[in-house]
């Protein structure tokens, strides 16, 4: 360990500068959220799970910055972006609610290696998200898309509504279906019909979604930082080892 994080110090890393962004597309995805889909120039590529800075400069000069996980494969031939609008926030009402086909922004990155997955780590994976938590994990499925893999990934998704799942849709029908095993739970008001969950996450649910401990799966969890820290302790209080534990949390930011 000592040896390879001397080698990491000594080996050249390109420095992580800002590009503009100029937005292809706008695509709601929830009452409360949309996907902004970049073209980036001179974009260096990412692994599933990382994210970017993005910076808004308005006319007098003031400047804004916020933190946003990347939403698309390392496929895809653009960067997607996937955000959910804060109220009263700064940013995201202006991505949400405002931002057109054509407008630029400032994006830097790729930033973060820990919560990160590529088909060639393998699996099985266990991935656990709360509401927004979301996005990088989706990242992380369409990359195993886009390369046809069937490893072992196992997904349970908390959300409050049925207005507020992100992606619903798409996981329904995300391929190869192989490997591929997709829960949701519902903490406030679960659709129309619903038989699934309908409550937190607790240690019974863990139990019933995911691979077992002696299988070794990475783990991802990702959310508000008081469901990544309840996650993370029902995982290791159910035998799983915390070195596979890979966690990202988010909190207030102004939004």
């Known amino acids: 360990m000592a040896r390879a994080a001397l080698l990491g110090r000594l080996i050249p890393r390109r420095p ?12 709601a995805e929830t009452p409360h959220a949309v996907t902004l889909v970049l073209d980036v120039p001179d974009w260096p590529g990412h692994r599933a799970g990382q994210h970017v800075d993005v ?3 308005a006319d007098d000069g003031y400047q804004a910055q916020r933190s946003y996980s990347i939403a698309s494969a390392p496929e895809l031939d653009a960067l997607e972006l996937t955000v959910e609008l804060v109220e009263d926030g700064e940013v995201s009402p202006y991505f949400v609610q405002e931002l057109r086909a054509g407008d630029e922004f400032e994006v830097r990155g790729p930033i973060g290696g820990h919560f990160s997955w590529a ?7 266990l991935l656990v998200a709360g509401g927004s938590g979301l996005v990088p994990l989706m990242s992380m499925l369409r990359h ?3 390369r046809g893999s069937d490893v072992e990934a196992h997904v349970l998704v908390s959300a409050r509504g049925g207005e507020d799942a992100l992606y619903r849709d798409e996981l329904e029908g995300l391929q190869p279906r192989a490997g591929l095993h997709v829960a949701w739970t519902f903490t406030r008001t679960a659709p129309a019909g619903w038989s699934g969950y309908d409550r937190r996450v607790d240690a019974a649910m863990l139990a019933e979604v ?4 002696d299988a070794r799966p990475l783990i991802f969890v990702c959310g508000p930082t008081p469901f990544v820290e309840a996650v993370a302790d029902l995982l290791v209080d159910g035998g799983y080892d915390p070195r596979t534990i890979h966690a990202e949390r988010f909190g207030p930011t102004g939004g």
């Open 16 to 27: 992580i500068v800002w590009r503009t962004a100029t937005v292809r597309e706008v695509a």
């Open 55 to 57: 910076r808004l400069t």
């Open 119 to 125: 088909v060639t780590d393998g699996g099985p994976l």
């Open 144 to 146: 195993r898309g886009a």
């Open 210 to 213: 995911a691979p077992e401990p």
